[in-house]
């Protein structure tokens, strides 16, 4: 594969890397002899080119992982952890280069980039040290002469299909806790955003990572969709749209999923809430990787009562937000990714404008910038329920406000939603945060901070009877959802 270390752009054109898919501890250029291309949402230049994966690739990449994978197994946790360790290290010599290719082909600031493959190195380091303290326990049993006790086996080939917001993080959601507890992989990661993966896998190689138990098949639905339905694989790790999530659930049959799907918050400010600390959590949650990411803003249901106060205050902080090159170290809103979900800001806008809202900022894409992909951070007040912008994940840099009449209206209001991933509420009073903790339908609550907050140990997932998914992101809680417990049963007599 021809990868030179990625640069920032600076004087001269970008030369676009030749990259190629990772099958079996190799980089090759798949059966299908196509190439699809990868352009930059910040300048819409060439930043790469990657094989398209067909079904010889597919089946070539299960039977590797399945090959792999039985030999891994018998690895002890502690020599699976040692590598996951050095893999990390080697993620964060990385950092730099991955990051500004991460920018390139994404359109985040740098500053985020740089976090996210940080975060991802430490995922490795963190998981590591969670499958060493992953122990099982000794049950009671009735009959005296018998001795009862729980261990974990891994449970095989995994399909990981991840999304383009946080490329090189989400793999590694997956892939740190599903190498140190004995599973193999293939990565599919969105054909347009995975240049920073494909170059991440020098980190793994120099970690002496056996071949064949990470192959990396960039591709569409259509790649996802024959990797799903071979018979090799025993399990799909998915994070993406609940669409995407229920068409998975549909054709994968009995495997074992793990899915972090859509999410449309609420954030929510009470009567008696500290509105300027709410409005700015309102706002980074919309202009964060301008908005894409799954426990974003997307709804922010006030009081009434400080309903004033708090649009007042978004547009404050609003004004300050940055829109421009994410090379450039005072933006702090780079383009969106692609043009689908710029089309659906337009639709969202459009819809809750003709129903009767306010756009009190932003509302548009803004005109001579490089790419089409710049919008503005948009406020809208007025907001009714049946808008469009309230039923449906965004995914964009929008403050959508709606207002309730006290605690048991903002309640109905936000569980009135067919998502339940992560909401955040702001208040002063003890017992009712933990009202809130308790009775929105979502997967977690943050009291007095943003929607988008996120710990690589917490468990993050969605709550049950919503279209959000099962299982859990973040610590032990993956590395059990990716194995299986075994029981061991003796007879002493």
């Not at 502690?78 to 990385?94: E, N, S």
């Not at 600390?277 to 426990?295: D, I, T």
């Not at 329920?385 to 929008?398: C, K, L």
């Not at 048991?408 to 017992?431: R, Y």
Request: a negative charge.
């Amino acid at each position: 594969m021809t990868v030179a270390s990625p640069r920032a752009r600076t004087e001269g054109a970008w030369s676009p890397l030749e990259l190629q898919l990772y099958l079996d501890g190799r980089f090759v250029d798949g059966s299908t002899g196509r190439r699809a291309e990868i352009h930059s949402p910040a300048t819409g230049e060439l930043v790469a080119t990657v094989p398209v994966p067909g079904p010889e690739d597919i089946r070539a990449a299960t039977e590797a992982a399945r090959r792999a994978q039985r030999a891994w197994a018998e690895v002890g946790p502690f020599q699976r952890a040692t590598v996951c360790h050095r893999i990390g290290d080697a993620l964060h010599a990385r950092v730099a280069d991955l990051a500004r290719l991460q920018t390139l082909e994404q359109g985040k600031p740098l500053a985020e980039s740089v976090a996210d493959i940080v975060e991802a190195a430490e995922l490795f380091h963190l998981h590591a040290e969670d499958m060493v303290r992953l122990a099982g326990e000794t049950l009671p049993v009735r009959d005296a002469m018998k001795r009862m006790f729980t261990f974990r086996r891994p449970v095989g080939t995994w399909a990981v299909i991840t999304p383009w917001n946080f490329p090189v993080l989400m793999a590694a959601e997956f892939l740190a806790p599903g190498l140190v507890t004995g599973n193999a992989h293939v990565l599919k990661p969105p054909v347009h955003t995975c240049a920073a993966v494909l170059c991440s896998i020098e980190a793994f190689e120099e970690a002496g990572l056996p071949p064949g138990l990470v192959n990396v098949l960039p591709g569409d639905g259509a790649v996802g969709e024959m990797l799903v339905t071979d018979d090799l694989v025993d399990a799909i790790g998915f994070i993406g749209s609940s669409a995407t999530g229920a068409r998975i659930q549909q054709i994968a049959g009995l495997k074992r999923t793990v899915m972090e799907c859509s999410g449309n918050g609420p954030l929510v400010v009470c009567a008696d809430a500290d509105v300027e600390r709410a409005a700015k959590a309102a706002v980074y949650g919309a202009y964060f990787c301008a908005g894409q990411v799954c426990c974003a803003t997307e709804r922010v249901i006030v009081d009434r009562s400080r309903h004033d106060e708090l649009v007042a205050a978004c547009l404050a902080e609003a004004a300050a937000v940055r829109l421009g090159d994410p090379f450039d170290p005072d933006t702090t809103l780079g383009p969106l990714n692609n043009e689908g979900v710029a089309a659906k800001m337009d639709r969202h806008v459009a819809d809750a404008a003709s129903r009767g809202a306010g756009v009190l900022a932003g509302g548009a894409r803004r005109s001579g910038m490089p790419t089409a992909l710049y919008y503005e951070l948009t406020v809208l007040d007025g907001v009714e329920p049946e808008m469009a912008v309230a039923r449906e994940e965004s995914f964009g840099p929008i403050v959508p406000v709606l207002a309730a009449d006290g605690d048991d209206a903002i309640l109905e209001l936000a569980n009135a939603d067919a998502l339940g991933l992560q909401a955040a509420v702001f208040t002063k009073d003890l017992a009712r945060a933990f009202r809130y903790m308790e009775h929105l339908e979502v997967g977690q609550v943050v009291v007095n901070d943003t929607t988008d907050y996120w710990d690589i140990g917490m468990p993050f997932g969605g709550a049950g009877g919503k279209g959000t998914g099962w299982g859990r992101i973040g610590g032990k809680w993956t590395l059990m959802d990716m194995s299986d417990v075994r029981t061991g049963i003796l007879d002493l007599s």
